[in-house]
């Protein structure tokens, strides 16, 4: 058998220490992406097309963020905290916590911004602002937590949304997750073949963004080939009519009762 | 630049809905008319896109990382309309979803990123493009329309902050919404826009365009030639003198109108003031007694004149939309679509 023998320089120790580089805006771009598509693929976003209907629900929403927005003083406020920390109470603990954060996250934004604004003597409106975030935000992401995003979109249809829309939103929920995995894919491969300093490392964002667009054109024709192999003739209808059901009424009343609520407190006081 | 929620009034944030409802309409109609349905799927991808793009760090100069909207780009690569319904989109899903950007201030949002920054920088970028027709021109009507493009936005945001605290506040002089007013929203929101975001901007739009460019020069031939770009020009100027026309018809108003809404207001008690012709949003502000009777004036004439304002820009859209129709059946049958 013969013998192999190694180049010298394979025997010799190395000390390679990669060049510190600033890549911060892939890294950046990756937690981002990445946590976008955590977010919809949890609540199965890239799911079904046929959810329930959750008007009700919307119209609460719509009728408290409308309320907490035009209230000027903080018993109407308190009333809202109140409700909303009840629902809260029923969340699940991870439930709970995404909405927490995401509320006392867009409070403490907003405080921050305002908080310049007591040197002009408006300290009322520091107060109220953070307030109304901190209540409005927490609204929101009730909603959201509680509900399958499909539903959310397909309710839009009794508020009058054109049908095209809806179909547009749909489409943009499920491409965002297939395009940002194309995204994060190429930047997850920039990121580990650029070891130490990399200077086309800022061109290659472009590309990124280049080929992301590109791609988007192919699946948008591969989307529109599979529409018409179903029957697609160029007019988007969804069939199933809205239906109101027991639970809708409840959150009507509910929207009723809240805006009772407001005219009586905001009229005596 | 997106507005959250609490910072602009809800009868403000009525009136900018009110107003992106003929722009949707238009751009719907458009997208619909101009766009051949094999590429229908692609607004919802285009927004998809677009949602990404806003998620996307830029990197720039000094190690820095800034957000771009894209909206020029967009405009650039879709058309404008078919720009404004992803951005729209995208906003959409933004606020609702990941919570950037107010519901009740979707409509301001809209206003400022979906129309005024897509339209303003395409009619820069195609007045620049006619007048220079070698590459780097291109280059540079791309960068200057989009550069032109965010800071138009960024303006509009600005302002829509800053007449807050002129409209709206109690009897003390405290702010409801906003309480920066044009002096200062005005400065805060343009110096960080016409340095580092309007550069993350222009890095962005030019990179990808050049790269598209290199890439897949064939992509760009389709939108050669198509629309009246005058009518983009006339439109954006009327949108962006909007708020501006909005804040001085207010005080105008303000001026001249006082015993007559005070009159008004004693005799019909709390909800006996309601005006039945206006927008919907704008009646809630009627529902505060407490609300001093000084400050009605200025409230009322501002919503008047918006109101005015907005039926004035519908009935402008409507007869710019016949032109519009003609101008597409005409692409349409040379087109063949």
Redesign the interface.
Known sequence: MKQVILPKWLYKEENYEPQQD?D???S??IL??AH?LF??KKQGGSGNFSAQFITGKILLT?VL??????A?NSAFLLCVLAGELIVLCRLSAEKLLVVLR?ALA?GG??LLI?LP?IW???????L??VG??IL??MA??LL?TTTA?HS?TGSLRFFRV?Q??I??????????V???EV?LQMLYAVKLRSVGKNRQ???V???I??V???K??E???E??QA?CCRGFT?E?RLENHIKLRRYDFFYFILAIFLLIL??YI??V? | MHI????L??ST?AVMGAVMLPVWRMA?QKV?AEIP?????????????S???M?????LPG?T?GHAVGGTLLAV?FGPGAAC?AIT??L??QA????DG???AFGANCFNMAFVLPFTGYFVYKQIKKRVSSERGEYLAIAIGSYIGINAAAFCAAVEFGIQ?IFFH?A?????????TLSISIPAMMIGHLTLFGLAEVV?TT??Y???KK??AGLFLEHKGKGNFSLYGLLTVLILATPIGLLADGTAWGEWAPEEIVKVAHNGA?LGYIPSGLEN?SS??A?????TVGTLPDLFGYILSAVIGTALLIIIFKVLSSFVKDKVNYGKSSGGV
Do not use: H
Not at chain 1, 65 to 70: D, K, M, Q
Not at chain 1, 120 to 126: D, M, N
Not at chain 1, 167 to 173: A, E, G, M, S
Not at chain 2, 55 to 59: A, E
């Open positions: 600033r911060f805006f892939i950046k771009s981002k992406i976008i977010s919809i719509v963020l409308v309320l907490t927005a035009s000027r995401a867009a934004v907003s305002l604004s002009l003597g408006q300290q009322q409106a520091l109220l602002i109304k975030t409005t935000v929101m992401s959201v995003w959310l054109p095209l829309l179909f547009i939103f749909d489409l943009t929920l499920k491409y965002i297939l395009l940002g995204c490392k800022k061109r964002f472009a590309g963004f280049g992301a667009f590109l988007s054109r699946m948008s024709e989307m529109y529409m160029g988007y407001y005219i905001e009229g006081l | 959250p929620e609490n910072y009034s809800p944030c719907l619909k349905k094999e590429q229908l799927p692609l607004l919802g991808i285009g927004a998809a896109f949602f990404l793009s998620m996307f760090n830029v990197p190690g990382t690569l319904l989109v995208a959409f899903i609702v979803f990941f919570g107010g519901i009740l605290p109690n003390a002089g405290q702010a409801i919404y906003c309480p920066y962005f990179a990808i050049g790269y598209l890439t897949s709390n949003g809630f502000e529902f505060f007694p407490d609300y």
